[in-house]
């Protein structure tokens, strides 16, 4: 295809587009007109962009960078090849246009790739005129046939057309620049044009900060794209505004007073949130983290770049958010929303991130850029799939990558081996120890129990009750995690969950397409109600939460119904939209230093149906050898499957070298099973291969009939223990003193230590604690003849909490503010604000 200049000008008018696209700047501040200051800026910021996406001379003549310049050649030239072979209604072969918005997307990032490859130093297609000129002919193609009309655009997702599509335009315009301008002077105008015009989300073709779709990372995605057009451009207001709106990413998220009522970011716990009440640091998180560095880069050098030192808050992104959700290299399931259908790997999902660190470490100077470097370090050596960094955006960031590895500093994690992190502003904990990783995810009143969208986690419904991971130190977690756990492992059945008997259907099969669509009653593809009801529904729940103490935790939630089925026995949904209901618990998690003992009161169901709680899920190869061991509670040897009177079991994987014990303390009869399983990845998402897979699917779950009445459970998970240590184990140091729907908690002789959970109002006397209503309370004798305590409440609703400590009056050493400790008679009372504190620990020390 090729178009003649004249061709080109009858459908951009230069002027007239050059206009319309000026007309959306914003008011904001501008330098003087025709400032040199602005122009050299505008220049920097375009190489910068260009050094960031292709490299430079010096980068791509490392060895190390290779592989990346291969693979963008190599992809350029079979965009090439489907250019050439295209057939009617398409650009490139097999992608036809018309009705389907990702084709379009793609269409659009198979140019960029085309064009990334012409200015990539080293590329054999650098400069090439006649490559470019198709780049060009192509983009007048799809915006003249496609993209241009306003009434016509913007079918499918809002995505689409208010981010992805602009993203590839954005960076083609700017590396394609001069070439454009010789060819189609008018293009950039029109594209900028009908970029402000998709932002239908937006206010007058631009940002909204009041939004719900300009948050968050979509907020960074958008705000770069407008930076790059401003630079392409010379529009000094859309680029110092887009910067001032990306800002806005960079601001803690106070829950107790809302920007623009946005809940989408981090937290101070390091929580990130997404989709307003979704977990998601290890997807749209790492997606913000790769963005703002980005702009880091791309700014860089100019008057733009601002003054106050945001890489700052971005390292404590990563030390607090992002590190301790990432185990030998891997990205943790209970953080990805529902990218935990998608066949990329939890290693994979760590390049982005990693890559992100590296250049950080550039901008950071001396113990700083030391820990990231040892942390990057960290990920290569600990990873059990080696990173490639041909996977990073940047050549660049390869080249930095290869002299961090190559450097003299020791690998670190940038999270310590012992280590607890309560993240209750998004309902998640995690557990570490040398030897472990333990993953928690809760829900509640306030973060999603699942998220479903575009046909992808397609049986999400009890990922966020209480469902865990173990991961292995030493394992390859592709064998024992992520899609493949998904596909064979029933969803009733996840590891730690307590569900009902019964088989639900999936939104495709419920209403015949990727989501309920009712738009008299409010329901379309983006509406608030499908995010509320569909796409990622929260829980009824107030209770979910923790409390920590240095390296020891407790969790705890209260299962309940979520919002779709309050509403529908409400009478608020329409007749033909199906919720469901779910079973009752009260659950506790004691996670300590090799075992993590859970407590379960209450557990059963109001509408009598049959309940499974899961004490573990383990998916394992089909050729590995697997054994299952353990012992009756009369001490009678067993092995094998089925239900008995257990009152141990362990599974060891001795193909995998990896273990784990379970002392069964209280409950039904433990059934363990060990069964293979062969399903196609298709069954959690529709765009996955259809090919199948079989994994061995082990499971170890307490069983409740129909009509059972509401039963108390209690087990301990040993990760690594060994068959005598298991057997063992209940005859150890640690008791469980209380379990019942009001109060769950343990002690740890050994420890010193005792930790609870309290649900309901009133007084609760647990061991040598008496504690005022609903809280979360740890609370150990050192070895000094200190005691250190540890409150939150898991509510988030409490102004006060108040405990005694009975015994010997104690007196304080130190104490969070807010805390205030008074000798009461018979011992020492403790009263602790809580209110507005979301859930956080507050921590003293008593003599």
């Known amino acids: 295809m090729h178009l003649s200049r004249r061709a080109l000008l009858s459908v951009f008018p230069a002027v007239a587009l050059q206009a319309a696209a000026q ?21 920097t910021l375009l190489r910068n962009t260009a050094a960031v996406f292709a490299g430079t001379a010096e980068s791509n003549a490392r060895p190390e960078v290779a592989p990346k310049l291969a693979s963008i050649e190599s992809t350029a030239r079979t965009r090439l090849a489907a250019l050439d072979d295209a057939g009617p209604g398409e650009l490139f072969k097999g992608v036809p246009l018309g009705t389907s918005d990702p084709n379009l997307n793609r269409s659009f990032q198979y140019l960029y790739e085309i064009a990334l490859a012409t200015r990539t130093p080293a590329s054999d297609l650098r400069d090439d005129p006649a490559v470019r000129r198709r780049v060009v002919d192509g983009l007048v193609h799809l915006h003249e046939r496609y993209y241009g009309d306003q009434s016509k655009g913007y079918y499918g997702n809002w995505f689409t057309w208010e981010i992805g599509i602009s993203a590839h335009v954005s960076k083609i315009l700017v590396l394609l620049g001069d070439d454009i301008t010789a060819l189609a002077a008018g293009l950039p105008a029109a594209y900028v044009a009908s970029m402000d015009a998709y932002l239908r989300n937006g206010r007058d073709g631009d940002v909204d900060l009041d939004s719900r779709f300009h948050t968050g990372a979509n907020l960074a ?18 680029i110092r505004k887009a910067v001032a709106d990306q800002l806005t990413v960079f601001a803690t998220i106070d829950p107790y007073d809302l920007r623009h009522g946005v809940t989408d970011g981090f937290y101070a716990d390091g929580s990130f949130v997404q989709h307003d009440s979704v977990a998601y640091t290890g997807s749209y998180g790492k997606g913000l983290l790769t963005r703002v560095v980005q702009t880091v880069k791309i700014l860089d050098g100019t008057a ?28 943790m399931e209970i953080v990805k929303g529902r990218g935990v259908s998608r066949t990329t790997t939890g290693y994979s999902d760590v390049a982005a991130v990693v890559e992100a660190v590296v250049d950080l470490s550039s901008y950071a100077t001396g113990a700083d850029a030391a820990a990231l470097a040892a942390y990057v370090k960290h990920v290569h050596r600990s990873s059990k799939s ?67 969208m575009s046909g992808e986690n397609l049986m999400p419904w009890f990922q966020g009750d209480g469902a865990h991971c173990l991961y292995l130190s030493g394992e390859d977690q592709t064998g024992a995690y992520g899609v493949d756990y998904y596909t064979a492992v029933s969803p009733y059945r996840l590891a730690g969950v307590t569900a009902p008997v019964e088989a639900r259907r999936t939104v495709p099969e419920l209403y015949g397409g990727l989501w309920y669509d009712n738009p008299a009653r409010g329901f379309t593809a983006s509406s608030t109600s499908q995010n509320t009801y569909v796409y990622f529904p929260r829980a009824t729940n107030a209770f979910s939460g923790g409390a920590r103490l240095g390296a020891y935790g407790t969790a705890g939630m209260v299962l309940a119904d979520d919002v779709p089925w309050t509403a529908k026995q409400a009478g608020a949904l329409p007749d033909d939209f199906v919720a469901y ?11 300590l230093d090799d075992e993590i003992v859970v407590l379960a009161a209450g557990v059963g169901d109001p509408a009598g149906r049959a309940v499974t709680t899961t004490v573990d899920a383990r998916i394992a190869a089909p050729s590995d050898t697997v054994t299952l061991t353990g012992g009756l509670r009369d001490g009678t040897p067993w092995s094998g499957t089925g239900t008995a009177p257990l ?94 729907p009001e109060a769950q ?44 305590l540890a409150v939150s409440d898991p509510t988030t609703e409490r102004r006060t909490i108040a405990l005694t400590l009975r015994g010997r009056t104690l007196r304080p050493v130190c104490a969070d503010e807010g805390v205030r400790v008074a000798p009461v008679p018979g011992g020492t009372r403790i009263e602790v604000t809580t209110h507005q504190a979301y859930g956080r620990s507050f921590v003293a020390t008593l003599r």
């Open 304 to 331: 733009y770049a601002p003054g106050e030192d945001l890489t700052g808050t971005v390292r404590r992104w990563v030390t607090d958010g992002f590190a301790p959700v990432i185990f030998e290299g891997w990205m």
């Open 745 to 788: 908690a343990v002690k740890h002789a050994h420890l010193g230590l005792v930790a609870a959970n309290t649900f309901a109002p009133g007084t609760h006397h647990v061991e040598h604690l008496a504690i005022d209503g609903p809280a979360s309370v740890l609370v150990r004798r050192n070895p000094d003849g200190t005691t250190a």
């Open 581 to 591: 209901r779910g079973a009752r618990a009260t659950k506790s998690w004691f996670l």
């Open 386 to 452: 080696p990173l490639d960094p041909t996977g990073f955006v940047s050549p660049v960031s390869i080249a930095r990558h290869a002299d961090i590895v190559a450097s003299p500093v020791p690998p670190k994690d940038l999270t310590p081996a012992a280590h607890h992190t309560a993240f209750n502003a998004m309902d998640r904990t995690v557990h570490r120890r040398p030897g472990y990783a333990f993953a928690l995810a809760r829900s509640s009143a306030r973060i999603s129990k699942y998220e479903y």
């Open 23 to 43: 007309s959306r700047a914003s008011a904001a501040p501008r330098r003087a007109p025709g400032g040199a200051d602005a122009v050299s800026d505008h220049a």
């Open 221 to 238: 995605d958008i705000t770069t794209n407008r930076i790059l057009q401003g630079a392409v451009l010379g529009d000094d207001a859309r």
């Open 647 to 740: 009152a141990w079991l362990r599974y060891a994987n001795t193909t995998r070298g990896t273990a784990v014990g379970y002392a069964l303390l209280d409950g039904p009869e433990p059934t363990a099973a060990l069964e293979p399983v062969t399903r196609s990845r298709r069954v959690v998402r529709q765009a996955n291969p259809a090919a199948p897979v079989t994994k061995q699917v082990f499971t170890l779950s307490l069983d409740l009939p129909a009509g059972a009445p509401p039963t108390a459970m209690a087990y301990a998970i040993l990760p690594n223990a060994t068959a005598r240590r298991t057997a063992s184990w209940a005859r150890g140091p640690l008791t469980v003193l209380t379990n019942t």
